[in-house]
């Protein structure tokens, strides 16, 4: 049988603990008309017999609708009933053994949990693969959860459609954004349902936009700027700049321009919680860009929603002390960015005072930078971007990563417009790992931009100004 791509869109896997006294053949017609684009047979504790008449009555109702109607493991019933296929585990018969059996024209799809297994079914000729378990599920106890990137790395290591397994349902399906996976098979959350053909035709509508989605998103958590030089003003140029869809959940107001600071308002952290719910629960980012946030509660709020929705890519800017060494933000709340939300960081990316703060020693030259770098990623788990900056070298910058260091020269550029210059390097590296960049990638290729912006010579405001975020936008780079 041949199948494209979208008749693994929705692959619903049947659940015969959910029953509860429906024939199962017209649940199976339920879910296809929701949007169910093709169904397998899972039953491992009834009778033979039974089976056949349950295959017999689910591949009628297959044919009427015209979806691809596969059985679990079973590769003789496959081939006694003519059904379209089979789904077999790593466990089970091989695929050369099954291809022999069924033919070249049946379906076979095979579990996978690794890219060695991945690539190892798609030489033998796998139809498509079966990759999980993603989230914990009460149908299989005994695997072992699937990692976001181990699904992304086989999704990219194959030619054939990869749909995600395994406790799947209406409030976690979001975390697949980014993965390239052709669908997902669903079990409890189709099957499980009272209401089959409504909540089907929600999850065909929620994983429809994350296969589809062309434009990764990124997100950025921070205080506004009424004057654009810096904070989500900054963020929100940089990432459009940078080709990722920016969306943003304000801290705070602020009152600034080119000359200083005002005033402040800090939004209430109820509200900033129900910013990151609605952004999560319906366009979730590929990666989160968290600038300053000066209040004990906020810091917690944001803390909260980055493990409750289990965000990824977090670049943090823990902006603390500015460039000259006066203090931005309160002892308190310095202790809460330590304790609450830079251990959940992929990436840091202090300043030379921050990472004094951080490190709790004096920083004066390049090894200093090296030392400071590895205390600061041993003690919070994550990497860290220390700037440089012109008091210690020029514009050098310093990766610390999985212990290991990494350079990125930088050269002086004179412009004394640098106004919300770290704001927008993170905003930038957070913009290319939304876009699947490695993170030695995402640093070169923000600090080419930031160079680029400050080169442009933008001068504007009486004060020190800000960049020009948009050079990058009549030109190819950054494509």
Known sequence: MKLSKKDFLLYAVTDSHALQGRPLYQLVEQAIRGGATMIQLREKQIKRELLKKEALEIKGICQKYQIPFIINDDVELCQELD???????????????????????????????????????????????????MFTTHTKTDVLQTSFQTLKEICESVKIPVVAIGGIQQNNIHQLVGTKIAGVAVVSAIFGSLRIQEDTQLLKEKITRIVQQKLPACLTIAGSDCSGGAGIQADLKTMLANRVYGMSAITALTAQNTMGVSGIMDVTPDFLKQQLDSIFLDIYPEA??????????????????IKEYQARNIVVDPVMVATSGAKL?????????????????TVLTPNIPEAEVLSEMTIQNEDDMINAAKLIGENYHC???????????????????????????????????????????SSAIASY?????????????????????????????NGSGPMDHGYILDKSVGK
């Not at 949990?113 to 079914?121: D, P």
């Not at 995402?442 to 001068?459: H, R, W």
């Open 329 to 345: 933000i309160s002892d308190e709340a310095i202790s809460t960015l330590k304790e609450y939300l830079l251990p959940l960081a």
């Open 83 to 133: 059904l379209d296929g089979v789904h077999i585990g790593q466990d089970d018969l091989s695929i050369q053994k099954a291809r022999e059996i069924l033919g070249e024209d049946k379906i076979i799809g095979v579990s996978a949990h690794n890219v060695k297994e991945a690539k190892e079914a798609f030489e033998n000729g796998a139809s498509y693969l079966g990759v999980g378990a």
């Open 433 to 461: 790992l939304a876009r699947g960049y490695c993170l030695q990638d995402a640093v070169a290729k923000a600090k080419d931009y930031i160079s680029g912006a400050l080169a442009a010579m933008l001068d504007l405001g």
């Open 383 to 425: 990497a860290v971007l220390v700037k440089g900056g012109h008091s210690i070298n020029d514009a050098n910058d310093l990766l610390y990563q999985d212990g290991k260091i990494q350079w990125f020269q930088g050269k002086r550029i004179p412009n004394s417009n640098t106004h919300g210059t770290g704001c927008t390097l």
């Open 288 to 305: 989160v860009k968290i600038g300053m946030v000066s209040n004990r509660q906020l810091i917690i709020s944001i803390a909260e929603k």
